[in-house]
């Protein structure tokens, strides 16, 4: 008779239990449709789920990565070496809170744009103007998605998370998540947390926001002058969808790069090279300058292709991938843009898109 040692037993029952894959490819689960396979995978269902999950990967000494939607995360072609937790917890509950607020508590699994259509169908302000933004709730507040003038940071009240650190659930508020542009305590201290749940607190009156330069001049062509809620995310999804490439027909993520913060000195010497930059103040003293006009407008970039890999024809800030790129080959033309853009401009670009490889 043979004795199974009962450790081994354990373990076992915990990769049952968790329904932990392995070998999982990982192109399906990105929207670039790229990259190897996981060599540990988990779907968590619940935050009993996500605390096993590490648990196995700490026993293991294996690194974990958290993804949502995949729509901002390039796996490299030899995919990771480590444990993938595909975060899946659902619900939302909207919990009425006072006279002006509601707050809608949604499990890090939900669609986000799900959540926006739902606030929207509700008559509730705060999150128009993050319409058919690709990914989960989950990721919403670790790179304070944002766009059309708004950042998700705006409308969060709080976020829970794992710290993998002390293996408890903890709360951050606000102010304790650290937002800043494309930018969290969640991604400074990569790794530490794994959200499961944020609330997000929207108002129930207000005034639609419709001043970012492209909603204007979609209102200013239908004669619109006071949009409505409804009116303003109806904007933002025929904006996005004639601006940036449908991710189920292309390979990509999205804005690939982060718009730079340069100081007013070197913006000024840009400016004088290039009388038509635009640049955006920051509440530090710095400028905002759009990388896709300095890849389009400067470097002539937009629409440039080598081998399977673009910019996108439309908005030069996106690299869009045909079948068959592999990740080597987008980071290849991802340094290429980088080159160009330092060269003539002395920015030194940052990724925006998370790059799984261990
Ligand atoms: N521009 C060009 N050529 C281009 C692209 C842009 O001249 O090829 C100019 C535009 O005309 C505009 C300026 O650059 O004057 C900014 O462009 P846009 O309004 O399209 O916004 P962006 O700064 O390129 C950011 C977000 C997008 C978001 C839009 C709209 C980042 C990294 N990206 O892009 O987010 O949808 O604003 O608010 O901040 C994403 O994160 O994946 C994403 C798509």
């Given amino acids: 008779m043979t004795y199974i040692p009962i450790q081994s037993l354990d373990r076992l029952r915990l990769s049952i239990k968790m329904n932990i894959q392995e070998y999982v490819p990982l192109a399906k689960y990105t929207t670039f449709k790229i990259g190897g396979p996981a060599r540990y995978f988990c779907a968590a269902k619940s935050e009993d789920d996500i605390l096993e999950a590490v648990r196995f990967a700490k026993e293991k000494?294996?690194?974990?990565?958290?993804?949502?939607?995949?729509?901002?995360?390039?796996?490299?072609?030899?995919?990771?070496?480590g444990l993938i937790i595909r975060c899946g917890i659902k619900g939302i509950e909207f919990k009425d809170?006072?006279?002006?607020?509601?707050?809608?508590?949604?499990?890090?699994?939900?669609?986000?744009?799900?959540?926006?259509?739902?606030?929207?169908?509700?008559?509730?302000?705060?999150?128009e103007n993050l319409s058919a933004i690709p990914g989960t709730v989950g990721a919403s507040p670790v790179q304070?998605?944002?766009?059309?003038?708004?950042?998700?940071?705006?409308?969060?009240?709080?976020?829970?998370?794992?710290?993998?650190?002390?293996?408890?659930?903890v709360?951050?508020?606000?102010?304790?998540?650290?937002?800043?542009?494309?930018?969290?305590?969640?991604?400074h201290e990569k790794g530490r947390y794994i959200v499961s749940k944020v609330t997000y607190r929207l108002a129930k009156e207000g005034k639609a926001d419709a001043s970012y330069k492209d909603l204007v001049e979609y209102f200013g062509k239908r004669k619109i002058a006071d949009p409505t809620l409804k009116q303003v995310r109806q904007a933002v999804i025929e904006v996005r969808k004639a601006k940036l490439p449908d991710w189920r027909s292309w390979g990509?993520?999205?804005?690939?790069?982060?718009n730079p913060l340069i100081d007013a000195e070197h913006f000024k010497r840009l400016k004088r090279e290039y009388p038509e930059i635009p640049g955006?103040?920051?509440?530090?003293?710095?400028?905002?300058?759009?990388?896709?006009?300095?890849i389009d407008k400067?470097?002539?970039?937009?629409?440039?292709?080598?081998?399977?890999?673009s910019?996108?024809?439309?908005?030069?800030?996106?690299?869009?991938?045909?079948?068959?790129a592999t990740a080597t080959e987008v980071i290849g033309f991802a340094n290429e843009i980088m080159r160009r853009v330092k060269e003539k401009t002395g920015i030194q670009v940052e990724a925006e898109v998370e790059w799984a490889v261990a």
Avoid: H
């Fill in 311 to 324: 910019t996108y024809e439309k908005q030069a800030l996106v690299v869009v991938a045909k079948p068959g």
């Fill in 280 to 294: 955006f103040p920051e509440a530090d003293g710095r400028i905002k300058v759009p990388l896709g006009w300095i």
């Fill in 61 to 81: 000494k294996i690194p974990v990565m958290v993804i949502g939607g995949g729509s901002n995360l390039l796996v490299s072609d030899a995919g990771f070496n």
């Fill in 252 to 258: 990509t993520a999205g804005s690939f790069f982060k």
């Fill in 298 to 309: 400067v470097c002539n970039s937009k629409g440039l292709t080598i081998g399977n890999v």
């Fill in 144 to 169: 304070n998605i944002g766009a059309y003038g708004f950042d998700v940071s705006g409308s969060i009240d709080m976020v829970r998370a794992l710290d993998t650190k002390t293996m408890k659930f």
């Fill in 171 to 187: 709360k951050f508020s606000n102010s304790e998540c650290n937002f800043s542009y494309r930018n969290s305590r969640f991604k």
């Fill in 97 to 127: 809170a006072g006279k002006r607020s509601v707050l809608i508590e949604a499990g890090a699994g939900e669609d986000w744009e799900d959540l926006v259509a739902q606030a929207v169908e509700r008559g509730l302000y705060g999150v």
